[in-house]
């Protein structure tokens, strides 16, 4: 059976940008990404489900429905989780899926729902979802541990980027008076009990405890961030755009990292696809 390296992910391991380069279409697909560029220089089939925009459920969608019709043996599932904030959902009306994130306007639902019905959902998102840090993490770490146990159940070696850093973080322990002395404003008054905390004025507190919700990272986040990261790999600890920015490399206005980026990157990850590729049986 041929090897194989499978994508999954949104635009950046897709290639977006990259098609207007006049790029080979011998497997169908912009073959300027990095996997596809490591699929060629390693000699095995190389196939995208990526999906511009998407969020991670949509993500790990993909993941299932590409395993669920296609070969397990022999595949490589190259996977970019992208950011928390994006959520996907399922429209019924046109039987297809939608993902509403920061730059989702009305516009671009109303191939799918009638203007106001659009609208309703863009306010349900700022207000609710996008809004929930603690939401957002919680969903997305559950869509990447899950998609993770599938790989591993069924034996299908993966290599796993990600794009939010921030989903990872701990800083937030719950301590009040370091988020204080992390978040204060230099004209704010020292604070080093929980006793000067109250002591604060109201519109300080007021600030502090609204910052507080958002970030204070809850135990059972804490739980799925040390499940998924050990599987989860970042270019030389960044995200692809942030390392791609590092070197200078050149970025469209919408963000995305052009050839030079992905020829380099490919570069990066030669040695650690090639031992993955060794390592499958023919």
Known sequence: ???????????????????DLDPPVEFGHCLR???ALLARQLGVDYETCAVAGCGN??????????????????TVAVIN?????????YMHNTNTWVTLGPTCVPEKLYQHVGHNEAKHLIEFYNHY????????????LQAIFAAQQFLKINQIPAIQTYMDTDLFSKFNTGNRVEHYNSYKDASWPLANT?????????????????DYNQVVVPEFIAILQDLTLPDLKLFEGKNFLEWSRSYGYPITPY???????????????????RQVIDTMTN
Do not use: C
């Open 194 to 210: 929980e006793d000067e905390l109250d002591a604060l004025p109201d519109h300080i507190k007021q600030e502090l405890n609204q």
């Open 33 to 35: 990404a990095w996997p």
């Open 129 to 140: 979802t996008g809004a929930s840090i603690k939401w957002n993490y919680y969903r997305s």
């Open 255 to 273: 963000d995305h990292p052009l050839e030079q980026a992905h020829q380099a990157a490919a570069d990066l990850w030669h040695d650690h696809y």
């Open 81 to 89: 989780w992208t950011w928390s904030m994006r959520w996907d959902f």
């Open 57 to 74: 459920e949509d993500i790990a969608r993909q993941i299932y429905t590409y395993f669920s019709k296609n070969p397990k043996q022999n």
């Open 1 to 19: 059976m041929t090897k194989k390296i499978v994508s999954f992910g949104d635009s950046f391991i897709f290639g977006n940008e990259l098609a």
